[in-house]
């Protein structure tokens, strides 16, 4: 499993071995993942005009992306003309850092958390607790992986492979309070109450962000349990965390942005809560609030022609819940805070096809294609998968394989020579064994008794 961060620590076919094993954590996704589905297709069939509108969706994401540098430099204009200050992070260290820095010069040690998968993947637990900051997360999810010293395995539903009951028993243990029932309305109030006077104590907040707007130099942030609110307008100092690829250049963005993102996400028209904010405002929460704009591996990705669409994502995880690979191994198995399909292309990518584990993740699919068809962005992940598993270093055996195939088939008469010659070279070769990585799982198919070539000179054509 992971710790948090993107660094896979072994190879995706090893982790999700062990992933397997574990009948429960089958059987909650498999239920959540149903559920969440048979949901969304509901609000989906709702929008007479749900294919254009995932057409408008790509199309704006890959405009913003095209002038990104122009539209964060606007947004940085508009932020701090609003009384805000902005940060530029290259590196997920830096990002540590610039949040350390503010809470220590509010003498803080504690911060509230919401709504932030990019901290997550910059480890800024981890990297405040070593400077002796603490810091809570206020996501019931994020809370429950927190209290159970687990990490995500779901973009959207972090702890969706704990059951009720397991829940109740973390709680029981970790908050020392005594639970009637597993029912999400009594999980809920435990949760509330324990976090309340967090909120009301707490200076500082930490927080992600669902996309900010370049013209306005607004940030948006939404929700469903409210608190995101709480973690917005109720501390002094308010911290923002977020991805450069989530800039969008003008406001009527976020009308196509909201119309695909609360449907593909949570199966909801609209989701319960929607905080947008713009700097500073005197008498009016936060006093003092920081946007940390954050590169850690995107600026590279978007100068690959292929492997920039990756950054149209919007967080939603449909891509997740229609997998039929993450439906079984869980999002532990991919060691990233970014499981499932997307996380298969953008963890790789962030951290460079050369990482010895990351590069396994492209292998993580099955190639069916529900991934892309899923996704309220048109990211073509199966596209993605095949591209960097290109980049991967072949077996040497494997690698002359594909040469002498290539050399086969580039002549019609060493093709059709081949192809006379293929029902025994399959049964040497299946005889042999040279081929056991491939039937381990697969049946090798049978050979028809004719080539199409024979059959169709045969009828004299």
């Known amino acids: 499993m992971s710790g948090g961060g993107i660094r896979p620590s072994m190879s995706f076919s090893d982790a999700a071995r062990e992933t397997l094993k574990n009948r429960t954590l089958r059987h909650n996704l498999g239920f959540a993942t149903r559920t969440i589905c048979s949901k969304r297709e509901k609000v989906v069939a709702e929008i007479a005009d749900w294919e254009q509108t995932r057409t408008a969706g790509s199309m704006l994401k890959d405009e913003a992306l095209a ?86 395995s779901h973009i959207l539903v972090p702890a969706i492979h704990k059951n009720r009951d397991e829940i109740r028993a973390l709680f029981e243990a970790k908050l020392g309070v005594r639970a009637e029932t597993s029912e999400p309305a009594a999980l809920a109030e435990i949760a509330r109450t324990h976090l309340r006077q967090k909120f009301l104590e707490a200076k500082m907040a930490v927080s992600g962000a669902n996309f900010a707007v370049a013209e306005t130099g607004c940030i948006g942030v939404v929700e469903s349990e409210g608190n995101g609110r709480m ?87 449909a891509c997740l819940n229609v997998c039929p690979v993450y439906q079984r191994t869980g999002g532990h198995a991919y060691g990233s805070v970014y499981p499932g399909p997307i996380g298969a292309i ?23 294609g529900a991934c892309y068809e899923a996704c309220p962005v048109k990211i073509n992940i199966p596209e993605v ?56 799982s697969r049946e090798m198919p049978e050979v028809p008794a004719e080539s199409f070539r024979t059959w169709w000179s045969k009828r004299g054509q």
């Open 67 to 152: 002038n990104l540098e122009e539209n964060l430099l606007i947004l940085e204009e508009k932020v701090v003309a609003a009384g805000g200050k902005v940060h530029w992070a290259a590196t997920a260290t830096q990002a540590v850092e610039i949040v350390a820095m503010i809470a220590k010069s509010h003498q803080v040690s504690k911060v509230v958390k919401v709504k932030s998968i990019t901290s997550d993947e910059i480890e800024l637990n981890d990297g405040l607790a070593a400077q002796g900051i603490t810091a809570l997360e206020t996501d019931l999810a994020e809370l429950i992986c927190q209290l159970a010293d687990d990490s995500p």
């Open 385 to 440: 998968l095949a591209y960097l598993r290109g980049k991967t270093a072949k077996n040497p055996a494997e690698s002359s394989a594909f040469r002498a195939a290539f050399w086969m088939m580039s002549d019609h008469r060493r093709f059709s020579a081949a192809l006379k010659g293929r029902r025994l070279g399959v049964s040497i070769v299946s005889g042999l064994g040279l081929v056991k990585g491939w039937t381990d």
């Open 231 to 317: 973690c917005l307008t109720l501390p002094e100092v308010l911290v923002t965390i977020m991805g450069i690829e989530k800039v969008l250049p003008k406001w009527e963005d976020v009308a196509t942005l909201m119309r695909l993102l609360p449907r593909s996400s949570t199966a909801e028209r609209m989701n319960p809560y929607t905080s947008i904010w713009t700097g500073v405002t005197p008498g009016d929460g936060p006093q003092e609030f920081h946007l940390i704009l954050l590169d850690n591996g995107r600026t590279t990705v978007l100068a690959d022609a292929v492997g920039r669409q990756t950054l149209r994502c919007i967080r939603c995880s």
């Open 346 to 368: 953008l963890t790789p990518q962030l951290l460079g096809m050369e990482h010895k584990n990351a590069n396994t993740l492209p292998f993580a699919s099955s190639m069916c």
